[in-house]
């Protein structure tokens, strides 16, 4: 699935490039979507992985994330993303993101893999 973030004013670090801690809460959002809608429940961010930050973005960029699903376990689904700035190169690769499925409680809950 892909998802495009602009990038705007309160996105910019001093620098005024896009800041790296935007960036990865738009890659967890993304992927905290996705493993919402496949796994049918509220999940939790367990793990991220391999962040390799490769070049930036400027103000009215449109960055857009490609999220793959590795995996599905018990309670826990594995995703990768790829960050790309539209019209250009890769911006950072995430080889791994973990997320676990949460109940009201913030319990663990088995996934249903009839969903993914």
């Known amino acids: 699935m892909i ?3 602009l990038v705007t004013q309160p996105d910019l670090n001093a620098h005024g490039t896009l800041h ?7 890659v967890d959002e993304a ?3 996705e493993a919402r ?3 049918g429940h509220v999940c ?3 793990n991220i992985k391999e ?3 490769r ?3 400027k103000l009215g960029d449109i960055i857009e994330i490609t999220v793959r699903h590795l995996e599905t376990r018990r ?13 250009a190169g890769i911006i950072a690769n995430f080889e791994r993101l973990v997320f676990v499925a949460v109940n009201e409680n913030h319990e663990a809950v088995v996934i249903n893999n009839e969903n993914t």
């Open 31 to 33: 992927c905290g979507m």
């Open 20 to 26: 790296g801690g935007m960036l990865m809460k738009w």
């Open 37 to 39: 809608i496949l796994s």
């Open 44 to 46: 939790a961010t367990r």
């Open 51 to 53: 962040v390799d930050f």
């Open 3 to 5: 998802y495009r973030y």
């Open 75 to 87: 309670t826990s689904m594995t995703f990768s993303a790829t960050v790309r700035k539209v019209g």
């Open 55 to 57: 070049a930036t973005a």
